[in-house]
């Protein structure tokens, strides 16, 4: 595991050279805000680089509902039974195991690794816009029907989960980069994708941190590159179609 500081905000990276996976600390005052939970593996390292920080894991906070972003969710509610633990109304749904389609959806099939056993259960479904301490919850469905990124309104930096992909090339969800396809392999709706891509450039974030690949400061040349080239992607899929 290695670990990145960016002021407030930690990088927890797994596997970082062969199959990058992040999560993340937040630092409050009094408390740490993690966002997602990485591998089953990863309880380990997550409660040794709060221990390293020095302050409690109170919020669990799920960008969505993906194996490799809640795989070590029920190891750390074990350790961790009094922290909060926060996702969207709709991917609540994923992390139960269920892949139906809410009425008014495109009808396109729910794709990547949705868990069939965790036991844990969200404490608190999140809408657009709800605060969690310094976070600002922003929906962004795409990559899942529920997905939320996260903006962190004292700096600004952007916790996206997997709206963007930086492993392999930084790109919208669902625009494939042949050395790290899985985001794109994983992802539900592309045009729902680069309508949130679109919304969270509109926050102009000053630092951009996803689920795979290094932390982006002063991403917004970077971001619309990658909404040019996710643009022409829907295009030329549109009309061979």
């Known amino acids: 595991m290695k670990i990145t500081r960016n002021g407030a905000l930690y990088q927890l990276a797994f596997m970082p050279r062969l199959f990058p996976v992040n999560c993340y600390f937040v630092e409050e005052e009094k408390e740490l805000t993690l966002i997602d939970a990485a591998m089953p593996f990863s309880v380990k390292g997550i409660l040794g680089a709060a221990s390293q920080i020095g302050k409690p894991i109170t919020r669990i906070v799920l960008t969505h509902a993906h194996g490799d972003h809640i795989g070590a969710l029920d190891g ?7 922290a909060t633990v926060y996702i969207s109304r709709r991917d609540a749904k994923l992390l139960a195991g269920s892949k139906e389609l809410e009425a008014g959806e495109p009808q396109l099939p729910i794709k990547g690794d949705v868990p069939k056993s965790v036991q844990t259960r969200p404490d608190v479904l999140l809408q657009d816009g709800d605060r969690i301490g310094s976070l600002q919850a922003v929906a962004a469905p795409g990559h899942t029907p529920g997905m939320m990124a996260f903006l962190d309104v004292r700096s600004r930096a952007l916790i996206a989960g997997d709206a963007f992909q930086v492993r392999g090339g930084v790109a919208v969800s669902g625009v494939m980069k042949l050395w790290f396809p899985f985001p794109a392999m ?5 045009q729902a994708s680069l309508t949130s891509a679109r919304k969270l450039r509109e ?3 000053s630092l951009l941190a996803v689920g795979h690949g290094h932390m982006i400061e002063n991403p917004l040349p970077i971001i619309d590159k990658a909404l040019e080239e996710a643009a022409k992607h829907i295009k030329l899929e549109a009309s061979s179609i």
């Open 203 to 205: 926050m102009k974030p």
């Open 76 to 82: 750390l509610k074990k350790v961790l039974p009094e």
């Open 186 to 190: 994983a992802t539900w709706n592309k």
